[in-house]
């Protein structure tokens, strides 16, 4: 099975598990028992920087999952020289299915880190975990659900008398949305082990994914071009791909956070509008699995679908984040009985390192 239809999903939620029983062990425990990240050598500072390479900030960033294209402005950042321009040294400490990145950064031993989706924030609030998502990259949740071409599916409405192959992970979460907003029923749900086999052998079933993926790697295995109903287009309104701090680390140091926040937007930009090959390059080289076929599908359905730059991202910048969508997702995970009503999601964002139109004029004229 290809690396990319790993269970990404599956992943944060063994990062939330681990990250609740780390907590309950309380942080000296976190303290000596967090593992070193093994790090992505950082691009070295040029002979023409100020005071050289000690002049900079030294800051590390998990992402939660292998190299990929969705976190393709991340290291493009950290090739072209952008996080060094805001005064960063940064290193990439990539995730995968035996990594917990989200631990390292509870722990003190990462300063940043990739959170999956506003989920995950909600739950960091309701077990008093001490992290704050500062920018949110991804405007729009990249899940979809693929169905066969003579299925005739056009709509999420018409996925509701299909088989759908959804993860455990999918059923507590996404899945309670569409029962409560749709009146989708678990009675036509299977179980989702990332093998698309069951979904490409019956013509009547659905499967989830990522937009930016599985679409490509099912028409790549079975020779057909599945339908993609992307559920963030009905209102599934999550955030995706958040920088998240630890709430304390953020209110002691809000310069380096804004600086790495702001070079983190200019480098999605540059991926996204502009030259990102030795971005991709660096991808390949950690992630061998990935190819340039894939790269390419990635990056053009994120600028297709406006995963990253779409929304209030088209006004305040990539990364933008507001009050209004939080309480919207808010509400209806309250509804789909995700999260308790009485949780003070406020705590999970904050608004102090965004919108403030970073890169605006990066993103090419229509």
């Not at 029983?21 to 976190?30: D, E, F, I, K, N």
């Not at 287009?233 to 998240?244: K, M, R």
Request: hydrophobic residues 40%; glycine residues 6%; proline residues 6%.
């Amino acid at each position: 099975m290809s690396r990319a239809l790993l269970p990404r999903a599956l992943t944060a939620m063994l990062a939330g598990a681990l990250t609740m029983a780390l907590c309950a062990a309380g942080p000296a425990r976190a303290q000596t028992e967090a593992p070193k990240p093994a790090a992505v050598p950082t691009t070295p500072a040029s002979p023409g920087t100020p005071g050289g390479a000690s002049a900079l900030d030294k800051v590390s960033f998990g992402t939660n999952w292998v190299a990929e294209a969705e976190h393709g402005g991340f290291y493009q950042a950290l090739v072209d020289g952008t996080y060094k321009n805001y005064g960063l040294d940064v290193t990439i400490v990539p995730g995968g299915p035996n990594v917990n990145n989200r631990i390292l950064l509870i722990s003190g031993k990462l300063d940043f880190y990739m959170t999956a989706n506003t989920l995950q924030s909600f739950e960091a609030v309701a077990n008093n975990v001490p992290v704050v998502s500062v920018a949110a990259i991804f405007q729009k949740d990249p899940q979809v659900l693929l169905a066969h071409p003579e299925a005739k599916v056009t709509t999420l409405e018409d996925l509701k008398p299909l088989t759908l192959f959804v993860s455990k992970e999918g059923i507590s979460t996404y899945f309670q949305w569409l029962k409560s907003e749709f009146k989708f029923s678990e009675d036509k749900v299977r179980p989702y082990t990332y093998n698309a086999q069951p979904f490409i052998a019956d013509k009547a079933s659905a499967m989830q994914g990522y937009v930016t993926s599985e679409p490509f790697l099912v028409e790549q295995q079975a020779k057909f071009k599945p339908t993609a109903i992307l559920i963030a287009d009905y209102g599934f309104s999550a955030y995706s791909t958040l920088i998240e701090a630890r709430t304390a680390f953020a209110e002691r140091k809000p310069d380096l956070v804004q600086r790495f926040v702001d070079a983190s937007i200019v480098g999605w930009y540059n991926y996204l509008y502009g030259d990102n090959k030795a971005a991709n390059a660096m991808i390949k080289k950690l992630n061998p699995e990935m190819t340039d076929a894939l790269l390419d599908y990635s990056v053009a359905q994120m600028k297709k679908d406006g995963i990253v730059d779409s929304g209030d991202a088209l006004k305040d910048g990539i990364g933008a984040m507001s009050d209004e969508r939080m309480a919207d997702f808010f509400t209806k995970m309250v509804r789909a009985g995700v999260v308790r009503r009485d949780l003070d999601y406020r705590k999970a964002y904050t608004l102090r390192f965004v919108n403030k139109a970073v890169g605006l004029d990066l993103r090419p004229r229509q």
